[in-house]
């Protein structure tokens, strides 16, 4: 999983800022979708979000 693309690691990390009630911009939606199939993300009423392992992801690519 740590093969993302730039794309859908920024889509990863804007849903992060999401989650932390920061407004972001409009996710791409192929980048949504691939990081859904991923488990990364997943679909609501309210949009795209991130999941658990996403978020567990960004914290293990930050930490080097």
């Known amino acids: 999983m740590d093969d993302l693309t ?3 690691l920024e889509a990863l ?3 992060s800022r999401k989650r932390a009630g920061e ?3 409009f996710v791409n ?3 949504a979708r691939a990081l859904t199939e991923l488990g990364l993300a ?3 009423r ?3 979000n991130i999941t658990a392992a996403g978020a567990a992801l960004l914290a ?3 930490a080097g």
């Open 23 to 25: 407004p972001v911009p």
């Open 6 to 8: 730039d794309r859908q």
């Open 13 to 15: 990390q804007d849903l």
């Open 29 to 31: 939606i192929a980048d």
């Open 60 to 62: 293990r690519l930050a």
């Open 46 to 48: 309210e949009g795209w």
């Open 42 to 44: 997943e679909r609501s």
